[in-house]
């Protein structure tokens, strides 16, 4: 089964009730016994709902995975994989990274004895330098956020079987449509479903999806023991969202090409963040593990002036000022004060998340409309 079957078909199967098409919303939370231990596979729904069961089944699918688990948000899935580890073990992480995932690490998990190594990783070759034998995990997010930095899953994936660790990428930004990280070696793949999976900005909720029958029973026995699950609403909307990913993201690249070259041209601005140049520094093994570039885009403005950069995400009218990305809506954000705030300035401006940058969630408007926004906003 193809990609854009998969997204409508996938890991899915027709009500047995009354035939339904989409999963019923089983708003439940718990389920008739005929005697104690005698129940048709659900018996609390912290442990499992049927609503929650088909959307895992159906992100197992889209990721060419054997087993998905769905969270409460993109972070309680992070905190899960953390859960596999003890104090003493080692983590190597990029060093550009979504700030949330930056707090949850350094300011959450670095109390109970793990480390992390936040390092570029543009160059595979150079986790290696990190990996001790208390290393247990590899972190990746590619692209990140916010730079666009492209990491090489395969050669990290080689490496992380070389020294026996494993490897969890963060998809959020590139999605399954444009990668598929399992089949490139990793261990583990992550999602904030609350992005594109979802796609309509009216859910917060994560996911991780594995192959391996006995890493997905560890993850399991955590994700049933730590309850940041989540619901049956959600989760209907979730698998909604997913029907329409493979469509959607079409637009979405081909808008953000289309923004991303406008930005290029503009005598007001220094730098775009966008893996589809040519002179992108990874732009090689971006378009050799991707099949496109995505619609994530970032820039910054001439003289890294913070008062510019503010001026012109407060002037969008079609771009809106959120938090968050990868719904059908465009945003603009200002990571320094927004998605990266809990980084320290000096360690965010060491990976480029500068004062002037702004970072872009470019949506399926018509691009027309989204190029005009940006010209009257920039000046």
């Given amino acids: ?51 929650r069961s088909a959307l895992e089944n159906a992100l197992a699918s889209i990721e060419n995975g054997n087993h998905g688990l769905a969270f ?26 979504y700030g949330g995932t930056y707090r949850l690490f350094t300011k959450i998990y670095e109390r ?13 070759s150079h986790i290696e330098e990190y990996i001790t034998p208390d290393t247990k995990l590899i972190w990746v ?43 490139m070696g990793a261990d583990i793949v992550m999602h904030s479903v609350t992005k594109y999976l979802g796609g309509h900005s009216d859910l917060v909720m994560g996911a991780l999806i594995v192959k391996d029958k006995e890493l997905a029973d560890q993850l ?3 994700q049933n023991a730590s309850g940041a699950v989540c619901g049956p609403q959600d989760s209907f909307l979730a698998l909604r969202g997913i029907k329409t990913l493979h469509i959607r993201m079409q637009r979405h690249c081909e808008n953000g090409k289309a923004v991303a070259e406008y ?26 593990q991707m099949n496109g570039f995505g619609g994530m885009v970032s820039f910054t403005t001439k003289g890294n002036n913070y008062e510019e950069a503010i001026k012109i995400v407060e002037n969008l009218k079609v771009f809106t000022l959120a938090e968050s990305l990868g719904g059908v809506e465009s945003l603009a954000g200002h990571p320094a004060s ?29 691009i027309d409309d989204l190029i005009a926004d940006l010209k009257q906003a920039i000046g």
Avoid: C
């Fill in 220 to 222: 399991y026995f955590i």
């Fill in 338 to 366: 927004m998605t990266h705030a809990s980084i320290p300035k000096e360690e965010r401006e060491k990976t480029g998340v500068v004062d002037s940058l702004i970072r872009l969630s470019i949506g399926i408007e018509d």
């Fill in 1 to 51: 089964m193809k990609f854009n079957t998969k997204t409508i078909h996938g890991g899915q199967k027709h009500d047995p009730a009354y035939g339904s098409v989409m999963p019923p919303i089983y708003q439940t939370s718990t389920y008739a016994q005929s005697t104690p231990g005698g129940h048709k596979g659900y018996e609390y729904s912290r442990t499992h709902n049927p609503t």
């Fill in 112 to 124: 109970f004895g793990i480390k992390f190594h936040f390092i570029g990783m543009n160059n595979a």
């Fill in 263 to 288: 930005l290029a041209s503009h005598p007001k601005i220094e730098n775009v963040y966008w893996p589809g140049f040519k002179n992108h520094k990874s732009y090689e093994v971006a378009k050799s």
């Fill in 141 to 183: 997010e590619t692209p990140t956020n916010p730079m666009m930095n492209i990491i090489d899953i395969m050669a990290t994936s080689k490496i992380a079987k070389k020294h026996n660790v494993l490897l969890a990428v963060d998809n959020t930004f590139a999605t399954p449509y444009l990668q598929q990280p399992l089949d």
């Fill in 72 to 97: 409460g948000s993109g972070l309680a899935a992070i905190d899960a994989v953390l859960k596999l580890l003890e104090p003493g073990d080692e983590v190597v992480s990029t060093n550009d990274l």
